[in-house]
């Protein structure tokens, strides 16, 4: 079975230019999370989504950062404007109610 | 407020035992998970405890204190391949999205 599947898995962009980051959670997962990891703070969530629908956002750190969920099998985070200070990686996670999350191989996310 | 406390880095011989250490403090407790991640890779789920008592798989144990906020990953037979971060989480609340993740304990396992 496919886990979660995550793109791209290496980004190496511009300040200032807008960058995607791309989730395909498991299929029949209902909550899929967005997480961000660096060596100062650790595994950090950004916000999670139920059914498709965005629940907890308070993660997110700034106006620059957003999340969509269009469809139950995809879910995007961007960046825009990206900063310096956005370099880390960035984690996706699906699960259905209850049980364990399961953790995309994440993007490497590095901002020049 | 909420707060998990690990070690930053602890160091064990092939073959041992190590203990890892997890205190919280969080508004609300609805279980607790130990996750493995290798450098590099993604956190990998290792056991979950909502109940005071031991939890055995294999070669690893989880524990749990409700009333001290505390619990511990026991490791035995350590194996050069067990050398990875170990994160402590836990379950805010009452619902599934409020995973609160410690930083994570680097272990290092020398021959």
């Known amino acids: 079975d496919a886990g979660v599947i995550q793109s791209p898995r290496h980004e190496v962009t511009e300040m200032g230019q807008e960058v995607t980051l791309r989730c395909k959670p498991i299929?029949?997962?209902?909550?899929l999370f967005w997480y961000r990891q660096t060596m100062m703070r650790g595994l950090e969530l950004l916000i999670y989504?139920?059914?498709?629908?965005?629940?907890?956002d308070s993660g997110m750190p700034e106006d620059r950062f957003s999340a969509k969920m269009p469809n139950a099998s995809f879910s995007t985070l961007k960046i825009q404007p990206s900063e310096p200070r956005d370099s880390a990686v960035y984690f996706c996670?699906?699960?259905?109610?209850?049980?364990?999350?399961?953790f995309g191989d994440g993007t490497r996310l590095s901002i020049l | 407020g909420q707060n998990i406390d690990q070690p930053t880095e602890m160091t064990a011989t092939e073959g041992a035992i190590v203990q890892i250490n997890c205190t919280y403090q969080?508004?609300?407790?609805?279980?607790l998970f130990w996750y493995q991640q290798h450098a590099g890779e993604a956190p990998t789920f290792l056991s979950y405890?909502?109940?005071?008592g031991l939890e055995e798989k294999g070669r690893f144990s989880s524990f749990l204190s409700r009333s001290k906020g505390y619990s511990y990953l026991l490791l035995k037979e350590l194996q050069m391949k067990d050398s990875a971060s170990y994160l402590c989480a836990v379950i805010r609340g009452g619902s599934q999205g409020n995973l609160i993740f410690g930083k994570g304990t680097k272990l290092s396992v020398k021959p």
């Open positions: 996670a699906s699960t259905e109610g209850g049980q364990p999350q399961h």
């Open positions: 989504f139920n059914n498709n629908v965005p629940i907890d």
């Open positions: 405890n909502v109940l005071d």
């Open positions: 299929s029949g997962h209902d909550y």
């Open positions: 969080t508004s609300g407790f609805n279980g």
